[in-house]
């Protein structure tokens, strides 16, 4: 089976010249059509860059250096940019990370739905404003006719999380990239948000790629894990099988690192500072490899 | 009986809301009657969601807001009537972490001025070597290394920058110190670090701590006791063990369940909860 | 520990060069303009070649000296009364400079002291000072100046009164609205909370914040007191009438500017040139004194 997400070797550098530096060192990973896989890694681990670089919504001073993104088979990088554009939003979706910025202030939430359909599925006004409703109401959104004429500020940050993860599956992804979708969330909304993923993405039947740096959430909606630090894949596997049996020093002391609400104080474990130390001298030797010969 | 270091009673707090630009202002109540009682040496945990009030609560409680009602003893002491010249005698014993040492240290300071300043202000320095001297021993005392006196906040990391903070609450050796959310926006290393540090603090120095978080899982590693928030309201209020071994109140046990501890359990998506989230914003997240 | 892993080493000496490679070209493009334009106002009597009001009525409006029929005595040439166009040029330097230090200095220090007591104490204070601005804004400032220099009566002084009279708004406005929004952030609070009183606060935790605001706007304001003054002296209500100003000498060459178009013509680059290195030396002042990247 074609994967819906390939990528091989990716390497992505930030700024130009002398002062370029890796944040992406050789990544690899594929993700099976309707899998959902947690991309687990702390600040700095590129983990959002990943995410970016295959939606081709790289900043400006990053660049890709070596590698290799396929998605359903086709190769990402070397398509030309009209035909990349006409997947995004439709083929591949985004659930961003934060909820306030990522709506138009100044458009009502049915015309900020409705140009995404009338986009990319050339419905007539009508129906792209009765479709949005019913995307809305899929969300679980209430009375979703006069969400449709409000403005962004006017509903809760739960209710526009909900609404970027109709705006996701709108078109039928077969992948979606959810780069963070509920770390500004409390905890309860976030339950229902992760719910709501889940839903869609089985009644869609997209493959998602879940993008958190918190294990309790992958444990509860990724099937598959990657856990990456300093733009390296450490370990990947089954959800359960890693969190049960981590084979990475550094996968079992984020575990022990983790406050749980279910154990005592005591079971808390810092990072072992060594730990870190060895593994981003690892990354710079990458680096050195990398800048001495072509990858 | 046991020694209450701070106390509150029925303490109430609203921000003035205007409904028009013609209306009367309507307050809006944050902070509803709460009863507050922290033995001394104790840490006591808020716990609550956006829009609870724990933020509010605790601005309350190291004065930096003037209560609408209800009173705050502290050591004996009724503060929460006194002025802003009256608390600064005070302030010396009483002091607060906050949420995001991005914005909470003065980024045009060196850090050797920001850990210093309160002894500054309260006359405790005694020339410019003693300054350094002092933001030296500061620096030490939360693991930073001394050469970051020169650092400008910026040139320091989300974790560096929380122990800088947490270095200037220390400085005047306070009683009393409110911590709101300190580590909520840190890497779970990073996190895990922040929170054994203020646990040795707190037994080495003998603090007694209000310690902010809308994570109970958090909260469950440094707190004596616990007080559950919601729309401004303790719910639930008892001893962290308690707490989370039989919690009572329907919005405890929902807060509890709704966190994804990090082990595989089928289900926990489909177990719909019935919480109804307002259509309307009810306040800023 | 784990967060000093990957600290920025960052000492003294490369926190400067840090900041002048922020400030980039435009900084020292800056610097060189105004540089140069304070160099030749302060070593006018030595380097211009001739007294600027000493008439040669015999070698009248003689082109500069490398067209046909110039002098290499005039390397500019001169004007209808035969006077040095060079030396002219290079003593209203000297009145231009004089009214950009003095007038700039005194609006940036009124308005400062209007603008943190509005933005500090807020309520009614601001409410009145606010509108106070709103009024004062709402005259002309140009014809304002004109009124107000022909009531204390032409002069140096009153070149400089009329400027800092309408000039001291641009400073309040801008210091009121960052002194509320820098009140605002934490670090205010937390000077509250160690006990430091509002005046303690302001100077020693608030001002320094300012001074990136107010050094470029101080810049800014130079190159427009330049223009003020150039404005008044054309229309010659500046100086006394033999001292020499740009603006005097672009209403003298207009009369004969088909004849001699360079008395007009080199006036009026002096002037461009002094406004642009003014506003180039605020731009890359600003980029050099604020190291923290705003959001």
């Known amino acids: 089976m074609t994967p819906a997400l390939f990528i091989q070797g990716l390497r992505v550098t930030i700024g130009a010249g002398t002062s370029a530096a890796n944040v992406l060192r050789g990544v690899s990973l594929e993700l099976q059509p309707g899998e959902v896989r947690g991309l687990v890694g702390e600040s700095g681990a590129g983990k959002s860059m990943l995410g970016r670089a295959v939606l081709g919504l790289l900043p400006a001073n990053a660049a890709i250096a070596a590698g290799r993104i396929a998605f359903e088979g086709r190769d990402l990088l070397a398509m030309r940019e009209p035909e990349r554009r006409s997947l995004l939003g439709r083929r591949i979706a985004l659930i961003p990370q934060d909820p306030m910025t990522s709506l138009n202030p100044v458009k009502r939430i049915g015309a900020q739905v409705a140009i995404l359909l009338r986009h990319h599925l050339a419905s007539s006004r009508r129906a792209a404003l009765q479709r949005a409703a019913e995307l809305l109401a899929e969300v679980a959104i209430r009375e979703p006719e006069r969400v449709l004429g409000l403005y962004p500020h006017e509903i809760s940050g739960g209710m526009r999380q909900r609404v970027l993860i109709a705006m996701a599956f709108a078109c039928d992804p077969s992948l979606v990239i959810a780069d963070e979708p509920t770390t500004a969330l409390d905890v309860t909304v976030q339950r229902q948000v992760l719910q709501l993923v889940e839903r869609l993405r089985q009644r869609h039947g997209a493959a998602v790629l879940f993008v958190t740096h918190d294990l309790g959430v992958v444990a509860k909606i990724c099937r598959t894990m990657t856990v990456l630090h300093a733009g390296r894949v450490l370990e990947e596997g089954e959800t359960a099988h890693v969190l049960a049996r981590p084979g990475h020093p550094y996968t079992r002391a984020l575990l022990a690192a983790t406050p749980r609400a279910d154990r005592p104080a005591e079971a808390l474990r810092p990072v072992p500072p060594s730990l870190i130390e060895n593994l981003w001298s690892e990354a710079h030797q990458f680096d050195r490899l990398a800048a001495a010969g072509p990858a | ?285 | 520990m784990v967060d000093l892993a990957h600290d920025l080493s960052v000492g003294h000496s490369s926190r400067l060069v840090a900041g002048l490679k922020r400030g980039g070209a435009r900084l020292w493009i800056g610097v060189a303009l105004v540089g140069i334009l304070l160099l030749v106002s302060l070593l006018a009597p030595l380097i211009a070649p001739h007294d600027p009001i000493e008439q040669d009525l015999m070698s009248a409006q003689l082109p500069p000296a490398w067209i046909n029929g110039g002098e290499p005595a005039y390397p500019f040439g001169t004007d209808s009364l035969g006077r040095c166009v060079l030396s002219r040029l290079i003593y209203s330097a000297r009145t231009a400079v004089v009214v950009a230090l003095i007038a700039a200095s005194l609006a940036a220090v009124i308005g400062i002291a209007f603008g943190l007591i509005a933005g500090s104490f807020g309520g009614w204070v601001d409410q009145l000072t606010s509108r106070l601005i709103d009024v004062w804004m709402a005259f002309p400032p140009v014809l304002l100046s004109i009124v107000l220099a022909a009531v204390i009566g032409a002069g140096l002084t009153s070149v400089i009164a009329a400027i800092v009279v309408v000039d001291w708004t641009r400073f309040a406005r801008v210091v009121r609205a960052e002194t509320m929004t820098q009140l605002r952030r934490d670090y205010a609070a937390a000077a509250r909370v160690i006990g430091l009183s509002r005046g303690g606060i302001m100077w020693l935790e608030i001002l320094p914040n300012l001074v990136p605001l107010t050094v470029t706007l101080l810049a800014v304001e130079m190159g427009i007191a330049i223009l003020v003054e150039v404005i008044l002296s054309f229309v010659g209500i500046s100086v006394a009438g033999d001292t020499p100003t740009w603006g005097g000498m672009i209403a003298e060459g207009r009369q004969i500017v088909h004849q001699a178009p360079w008395i007009m013509a080199l006036p009026i680059g002096c002037i461009i040139l002094s406004v642009i290195g003014f506003n180039l030396l605020g731009d890359g002042l600003r980029l050099l004194l604020d190291p923290v990247q705003r959001r």
């Open chain 2, 1 to 285: 009986m046991t020694d209450i270091l701070l106390r509150t009673g029925s303490l109430s707090f609203a921000y003035p809301e205007r409904a028009g630009l013609f209306r009367r202002p309507v307050p809006r109540e944050v902070v509803k009657r709460v009863d507050l009682a922290v033995p001394r040496g104790s840490v006591l945990g808020l716990v609550g969601e956006s829009g609870s009030g724990k933020t509010t609560l605790g601005r309350l409680l190291v004065r930096l807001l003037k209560p609408t009602s209800g009173g705050i003893q502290f050591d004996g002491v009724e503060i929460s009537r006194l002025s802003e010249a009256e608390m600064r005698p005070l302030r010396s014993r009483i002091q607060m972490i906050f949420q995001d040492p991005q914005s909470s240290l003065n980024p045009r300071l060196r850090l050797g001025i920001i850990l210093t300043r309160p002894l500054q202000v309260h006359g405790r320095l005694k020339g410019r070597r003693d300054r350094r001297d002092q933001a030296a021993a500061l620096l030490d005392l939360v693991g930073l290394p001394t050469g970051f006196i020169d650092r400008y906040p910026h040139e320091l990391s989300g974790g560096q920058r929380q122990r800088a903070g947490i270095a200037r609450a220390l400085a005047l050796e306070p009683d009393f110190i409110v911590a709101d959310e300190i580590v909520s926006g840190l890497d779970v290393s990073t996190q895990a670090h922040i929170l054994l540090l203020l646990r040795e603090l707190r037994a080495r120095l003998g603090l007694t701590l209000v310690f902010i978080s809308h994570d109970l899982s958090v909260v469950r590693v440094l707190c004596d006791d616990v007080a559950i928030l919601h729309r401004g309201e303790v719910v639930e209020y008892g001893p962290v063990t308690r707490i989370f071994s039989a919690p009572q109140h329907a919005y405890t046990r929902q807060l509890l369940s709704a966190i994804p501890l990090p082990d595989v359990e089928p289900g926990w998506l489909d177990d719909a909860s019935p919480i109804v989230i307002p259509h309307q914003q009810g306040s800023a997240a």
